[in-house]
Each structure stands twice: as C-alpha cells, then as structure tokens.
C-alpha cells in the first residue's frame, strides 16, 4: 500500500512538469509569431520558426486553446476541488472541453497540411489526434449519464494524448543532443515523425496502466 502514494506523488510530479514544459513551448511560440525576431538563416529553431511563420493564424487557433487545455486538465483530477467545489469542477470540465475540441480539431486541421516530420509526423497527429477527440467526447458521454467510473477512464486517456505534445518535446530534445554529440547538424525533418509516435504511444501505455492499476482504488487516493 505505501508504493501508492509514491506513485501518486510520482505522476502529479511528472504531470506538473510536462505542463510547464507545455506551458513555455506554447509562450514561446506565441511570442515568435506575434513578435518575430531578426530573420536567423541558420539553425534547427530558426528552421521551426520558418515553417510556423507560414501558418500564423492557423498555429496560434491550435496553441492558444492548448494553453488553456494543459492548466485546467489537472484540475479535472484533484479529489478535493470535485467534492468541495462541484459546480467549479463542472464549470471548468465545460471551459476544458471546449479547448480540447478547440485544440484538437486545428490540431487536425495542421496535420492535413504540410508538416516537419513528413508522413511520419501527419499519420501519428491524425491517429491520436482522432483518438484524442473520441476520448474527450465518450468522457463527456459518459459524465451526462452519471457513469463516472467509464467518465474518469476516459478523462484519463484524452488528457494524457493531449499532454503527449509536451511529452514530445523533451524526446526531441535527445534526438537533437543526440545527432550533436555525433557531430551532425541537427536536422528537425529527420526525427519530428520518431518523437511524435514514441510520446504519443508512450503516454497512451501510461494512461492504460494507470487506469488498470487504480480502477479498484478508494477515490480519495486516486489521481482522479
């Protein structure tokens, strides 16, 4: 039983920190799109920077809603704020769909279109991402019909997905230290399609696991 809370503990933390991480990429995005710096010809950023620039409306429709998805999805889970504040966990859980059908939806929409990592990147995006909207959807399902149980799973699964993208970007982070170390020009193209599939399938396998290991849990001690 004492392995629970550590793992409790674990995942809030790691939680935590994949939104921060999401938070920064999101301000640092924005911040270059509204405000672009000095044109850089050379560099793997200056090279990310390139192809936002090119779709400007479209990135910011799909990262401001993020922004919005990433703060409020912890607050779906924290017992307390259910059992003492329902009407706030309501209120917020309708505000938090909304930007997940917000995010999704563009996110789609970008996938369709010309991406870094090539076929690689677009067949991953429009898999989870499918998958992302269906889970967010059968999750408001099940909340209308009371069935909390299947409602919780479901959270779980689509906020998980959602949070891969910032899950990606510590996974790109070795890719490029990686081709560094090798003495190689980080090439974002070459490794944006890889990064996508491991942080999406390895936050799906997370997600499973953790659902699976605290189904039978008291709700008191369980993420959500």
Do not use: C
């Not at 509204?34 to 192809?51: C, Y």
């Not at 620039?53 to 799909?62: F, I, K």
Request: proline share 6%; glycine share 8%; charged share 10%.
């Amino acid at each position: 039983m004492a392995r629970q809370p550590l793992l409790i503990r674990l995942l809030w933390g790691a939680v935590i920190f994949l939104v921060l991480v999401g938070i920064a990429a999101v301000t640092r995005r924005t911040v270059v799109l509204v405000s672009p710096p000095p044109a850089n010809p050379g560099g793997a950023a200056a090279a990310l920077d390139a192809h936002f620039a090119g779709h400007v409306l479209p990135t910011l429709a799909h990262i401001l809603p993020a922004a919005l998805f990433l703060v409020l999805g912890p607050l779906q889970f924290v017992v307390s704020i259910r059992q003492k504040h329902p009407q706030f966990h309501r209120w917020s859980g309708r505000v938090f769909l909304l930007a997940s059908a917000a995010t999704g939806v563009t996110g789609l929409a970008l996938s369709l279109g010309k991406t870094i990592g090539g076929l690689d990147e677009k067949s991953a995006t429009i898999l989870f991402g499918t998958f992302f909207l269906v889970a967010l959807g059968r999750a408001l399902w099940h909340a209308r019909h009371r069935e909390f149980a299947q409602h919780r799973a479901w959270m779980i699964r689509g906020y998980a997905i959602g949070l891969a993208v910032a899950t990606i970007r510590p996974i790109m982070g070795a890719f490029f230290a990686a081709a560094v170390f090798r003495g190689r020009v980080p090439q974002p193209s070459q490794f944006f399609g890889a990064a996508f599939w491991i942080g999406f399938t390895v936050q799906t396998i997370v997600a499973e696991l953790w659902i699976r290991s605290t189904r039978a849990a008291a709700p008191a001690a369980e993420l959500s």
